[in-house]
Structure formats: C-alpha cells, structure tokens
C-alpha cells in the first residue's frame, strides 16, 4: 500500500483526512478528532467499509465526536493516475 501525498480532500477542523492506494483501489480514512460530529463531502463514490454502505461522490457524511470511516473506491475514482 502506498501514500499519497498533497492534500487529499476539504475536511473541517478537527477531522484527519488521509488516503492510502494499491494498484486498484483508494482508501479514504477520515478521523473526527473532534467532539462534536462534523460533516465531510466525498469527493468520490464508494463503498463505506465499517459499515458497507455504498455512497456516491457528493454524499455527505456525518462523522461522530471520535468517529472513523474508511471508503472503498476503485483508483480511477479520483481521477488521478496511480
């Protein structure tokens, strides 16, 4: 698994937003460090792994205080070339 580097997506203060990748998929990992639940819009489609929801890009999702989410999306979700 390999780092990307740059800033991956808007976040508000207090959440941790990291991506990681393979050969074939994006991971997505947002922390809310927070303690009060904050909002992130994906900047992709994906599969929420903790919960196996499936979102689109656009969605919003809503962090808790503490709250982790990991998602899923194939690497040329982002449009990006690995």
Known sequence: MRRTCGKVHAAPA???VAERRTDD???????????????????????ELLTGHVLDAGHELVLE??????VKAPSTAAGTTP
Do not use: C, M, W, Y
Not at 28 to 47: I, M
Not at 65 to 70: D, K, L, N, S, T
């Open 25 to 47: 998929h994006r991971f997505l990992f947002l922390l809310n460090h927070g303690q009060d639940k904050a909002t992130v819009r994906l900047d992709r489609s994906g599969t």
């Open 65 to 70: 205080p503490a709250g982790v989410a990991i």
């Open 14 to 16: 207090g959440v941790e």
